[in-house]
């Protein structure tokens, strides 16, 4: 037992690992000049896949003691089962700064494959260091 309690890191140490993780990961986003057009690409890919966006709301959050802004969005989304499925895959792919917070079906109840999707994204984007 004393030689697990051994290997385990000090808090000071584990701070310090955790701080360089995040560091590493804000430097790995994309910059945040660039979400217009990932916001565009998004509606290009709504398109490509055949849904419609019916609505979107977005607002911005700074990340407390990052260098990340987090862009997040809530949308509602129209189309038929497969394209609503194709869609989110293509999202998934295509933006690798993007999570997906919730995802909310409602399937019609006439028996048709219309699907209404409610879904809530955030995109992770790396601010400028101060000059």
Do not use: C, W
Not at 79 to 106: E, W
């Amino acid at each position: 037992m004393a030689m697990q309690l051994a290997s385990i890191p000090a808090p000071a140490e584990a701070r310090a690992e955790s701080r360089n993780a995040a560091t590493e990961f804000a430097a790995a986003l994309p910059a945040f000049d660039a979400y217009p057009d990932q916001l565009r690409e998004l509606n290009t890919l709504a398109g490509k896949n055949d849904v419609v966006v019916a609505r979107v709301e977005y607002r911005y959050e700074p990340l407390a003691t990052l260098p990340i802004k987090r862009l997040v969005i809530r949308m509602n989304v129209n189309g038929q089962d497969l394209q609503q499925r194709r869609f989110l895959r293509a999202i998934l792919n295509a933006f690798p700064n993007l999570s997906v917070t919730r995802l909310v079906y409602t399937k019609s109840t006439d028996g048709s494959s219309k699907v209404d999707q409610t879904l809530d994204i955030h995109l992770y984007y790396r601010l400028k260091a101060p000059s």
